[in-house]
T-cell receptor, first 112, second 116 residues
Framework: DAKTTQPNSMESNEEEPVHLPCNHS???????IHWYRQLPSQGPEYVIH???SNVNNRMASLAIAEDRKSSTLILHRATLRDAAVYYC?????????????FGKGTKLSVIP | GAVVSQHPSWVICKSGTSVKIECRSL??????MFWYRQFPKQSLMLMAT?????????EQGVEKDKFLINHASLTLSTLTVTSAHPEDSSFYIC????????????FGSGTQLSVL
């Protein structure tokens, strides 16, 4: 799988937007960009994913660079419940199933 | 949303005993489930891919005779840690993808295994 690079940690004030960056310079044309987050002592939770266009859902927005070599997960208003480790992952999907390879992720701390 | 149930949430066992962890997809069918292991302050490491009705595919370095995986139905996969030792103590997490789309994985809540 192509590799992603994320900062080890970030801090944000509560109720402010958070931009979590991810570099994936070796991404291929068929790789999807996925974001998952993991709260302490829990399994990961799906956040968002995309291929080329920016994506929005109720949890977050995903901004994908035009060359697809980087992307940014945007949390519009950080809450204390958003404190977690955020993983940026590339995967290939097809007719069959697929697997995800987790990197170290970014630990997001939210300051009240 | 789809739910993956993992049981038990935590287990403590004596060295040498075997422990079985269950992973169920509650409201969807999953032909493939994945098993991960996570040590403290580390990321998730894929152990094996569990395929319904066939043998699991193990990642390099994972002992198939120690970590037995059974995926007997479209909603249940089990991981059995045989002859557990303290070094097997870890957080085990399963995940599944929903048919027909494979766009995202749903994860169980994890099982904390402590081997004394």
């Amino acid at each position: 799988d192509a590799k992603t690079t994320q900062p080890n940690s970030m801090e944000s004030n509560e109720e402010e937007p958070v931009h979590l960056p991810c570099n994936h310079s070796t991404i291929s044309g068929t790789d999807y960009i996925h974001w998952y987050r993991q709260l302490p002592s829990q399994g990961p939770e799906y956040v968002i994913h995309g291929l080329t266009s920016n994506v929005n859902n109720r949890m977050a927005s995903l901004a994908i660079a035009e060359d697809r070599k980087s992307s940014t997960l945007i949390l519009h208003r950080a809450t204390l419940r958003d404190a977690a480790v955020y993983y940026c992952i590339l995967s290939r999907t097809g007719a069959g199933s697929y697997q995800l390879t987790f990197g170290k992720g970014t630990k997001l701390s939210v300051i009240p | 949303g789809a739910v993956v149930s993992q049981h038990p949430s935590w287990v403590i066992c004596k060295s040498g005993t075997s422990v079985k962890i269950e992973c169920r997809s509650l409201d969807f069918q999953a032909t493939t489930m994945f098993w991960y292991r996570q040590f403290p302050k580390q990321s998730l490491m894929l152990m094996a891919t569990s395929n319904e009705g066939s043998k699991a595919t193990y990642e390099q370095g994972v002992e198939k005779d120690k970590f037995l995986i059974n995926h007997a139905s479209l909603t249940l996969s089990t991981l059995t840690v045989t002859s557990a030792h303290p070094e097997d103590s870890s957080f085990y997490i399963c995940s599944a993808s929903r048919l027909p789309t494979n766009e995202k994985l749903f994860f169980g809540s994890g099982t904390q295994l402590s081997v004394l």
